[in-house]
């Protein structure tokens, strides 16, 4: 079985720049989550999808970040302006059903200059 | 809101026994899991709880009060590979799923 794909493993910006980053859930999986881990922290929350709808964002800067999930499969997250305290890994994360475990990717490194 | 409390950081010796906690204070409650991170990987899947008491996997347990918002992981016969972060993660309603902010093991020789 596939794993959660996430693409680009690294990115480089500078600040107020604009980037984005791509996830590909594991097939069937109708829950996918963006969490955003700073060096040194647990994951936080940004946006968890239940297939194409928003079921909770409350930990999203929605003045600057933005997600989507077309079509209830795959997922892009996007940061439009980007400052110096967005450096972290952005980790996407997918489950089945309710009570059960989260597969993660291997995660997007965004370092922000 | 959520507020999940773990230590930030343990050193525990090679062939040991060591105790992580987690208390856990949210709106809603639907379970508990534990996770493993590696330095610079994802984090992988160890545990999940949903009712008081003891789950046991291999040397990893895993033990849950929901009266107390409490909970622990226990890792038995140390080894060096252990050495990671450990996150508590409490599963709420809607499926939501909140981490503490994990706790680094080192083992040492």
């Known amino acids: 079985e596939a794993g959660v794909a996430q693409s680009p493993r690294y990115k480089i910006i500078e600040k107020r720049q604009s980037v984005a980053f791509w996830c590909n859930p594991i097939s069937g999986h109708a829950t996918l989550y963006w969490y955003q881990q700073i060096l040194g922290q647990g994951p936080k929350l940004l946006i968890q999808f239940q297939n194409n709808g928003v079921v909770d964002d409350s930990q999203l800067p929605k003045d600057r970040f933005s997600a989507e999930r077309l079509k209830g499969v795959d997922s892009t997250l996007k940061i439009q302006p980007a400052k110096l305290e967005d450096s972290a890994v952005y980790l996407c994360?997918?489950?089945?059903?309710?009570?059960?475990?989260?597969?993660f990717g291997q995660g997007t490194r965004l370092t922000v200059v | 809101g959520q507020n999940i409390d773990q230590p930030t950081e343990m050193t525990a010796t090679e062939g040991a026994i060591v105790q992580i906690n987690c208390t856990y204070q949210t709106s809603g409650f639907n379970g508990l899991f534990w996770y493993q991170q590696h330095a610079g990987e994802a984090p992988t899947f160890l545990s999940y709880n949903v009712l008081d008491g003891l789950e046991e996997k291999g040397r990893f347990s895993s033990f849950l009060s929901r009266s107390k918002g409490y909970s622990y992981l226990l890792l038995k016969e140390l080894q060096m590979k252990d050495s990671a972060s450990y996150l508590c993660a409490v599963q709420t309603g809607a499926n939501n799923l909140f981490f503490g902010t994990g706790t680094r093991l080192t083992v040492i020789p």
């Open positions: 994360a997918s489950s089945p059903l309710w009570n059960t475990e989260a597969f």
